[in-house]
């Protein structure tokens, strides 16, 4: 019993928690991001969103970089803050902006990805991470 309210937490523990949520949330948005970078090349007219008045292609091309390139440099620890940081931009804004007067339910998984990224984007990248051997 007194194990499961044990509040102390092992530096080992601490960077492999880092690692687990770096790949998981990576690769989960990975899933989002594929798809688009599929449109960009698929040369289909490209119909996405404009929220901040830059271009339905430019607001494409930048939600792909982020959820593409972004996600894999959060996987591989590569400038962690700096992916994290685009991620939660383009999550704040498919959320805030986007789907501002949907239901919750369509706001709640870019929640889920933006809570995560802002975590990623406090902590760094961890112990396991190319942040820690490029440092």
Do not use: C, Q
Not at 6 to 17: G, N, Q, R, Y
Not at 36 to 44: A, D, N, P
Request: zero cysteines; a positive charge; aromatic letters at 12%.
């Amino acid at each position: 019993m007194v194990k499961i309210f044990d509040a102390s937490v092992s530096a080992f523990k601490t960077h492999l928690s880092l690692l687990i949520l770096r790949l998981g949330m990576g690769a989960l948005m990975l899933t989002h991001g594929w798809p688009k970078l599929m449109r960009l090349f698929s040369g289909e007219e490209i119909t996405f969103p404009d929220p901040l008045g830059l271009g339905s292609t430019f607001s494409l091309v930048l939600a792909t970089l982020a959820e593409v390139l972004g996600s894999l440099m959060v996987m591989s620890g590569l400038a962690t803050r700096l992916a994290a940081f685009s991620l939660i931009f383009t999550m704040g804004v498919a959320v805030f902006i986007v789907h501002a007067n949907d239901p919750f339910s369509y706001k709640e998984l870019g929640l889920v990805y933006l809570i995560g990224f802002i975590a990623l984007f406090i902590t760094g990248a961890g112990k396991y991470s190319l942040d820690r051997l490029i440092r």
